[in-house]
């Protein structure tokens, strides 16, 4: 049973979306803030956690950045009202790996979790392996990466994005193909959410022999250095 952590200072909207989690076969704690949800996300592991993007004390993207900083690798999904430009991209560096904007759906949060949850379709997976290109090296089954022996942290999203750039190392991916394999055919969010994750993997390869470059108005590739 996946494990979800729900962090938000509204009683009514953790019920409701606790209620229908459970319903929908989820095991689900809830926290009704920023430091009580730290605390909950640093001591259990959960497979996802939704996060308030406004909360008193400690908001959502500083909770978001402290649970990246200790290396909690859970999916971290932000609830937000706003739709700016420049707030969905500090989310997305901030370590967010996917949003919803308010008011939402009940159901689409559901359809969206799931997505992220159940990985890929079963019959299009292939046996786990360990992939190498240049200096970096990506074990699928225990989902590490390192450049030249030292080990990245990465998100799960993160981690999703480097192995289909690894699998196809030295082609030219376009965005659909990319937001397909790694977000999934029925992904019906922001397409930038692409771009952002790309520009974060982009820089923890700043000291690799091994780059992603866009082409442009196509999308990426990864290639030597």
Known sequence: MKHILVIDDN???????????LKA?????DAEDGISGFAQATKTK?????????????????????LRARNVRSILFMLTAKDGDNDLEEAFAAGVDDYLRKPFSPRELQIRIRKHLQG??????????????????????SRRFFISGKEI???RKEFDLMDYFMQHAQTVLSRNEILNAVWGFDYDGDTRIIDVHTFK????????????????????????R
Not at 208 to 222: D, F, H, M, P, V
């Open 11 to 21: 009683e009514d909207v953790r019920k409701i979306i606790g209620y229908d989690l």
């Open 25 to 29: 076969g989820f095991a689900v704690d």
């Open 46 to 66: 959960y497979d996802l956690i939704i996060i308030d993007w406004m909360m008193p004390g400690l908001k959502g993207l500083e909770l978001t950045r402290a």
């Open 120 to 141: 890929r379709p079963a019959g299009d997976e292939a046996p786990k392996t360990i992939l190498r290109y240049q200096d970096l090296t990506l074990d699928e089954r």
């Open 153 to 155: 942290s990465l998100t």
């Open 201 to 224: 993997l982009r820089g923890k390869l700043s000291s690799s022999k091994a780059q992603i470059t866009s082409s442009r108005g196509i999308g990426y590739i990864l290639e030597p």
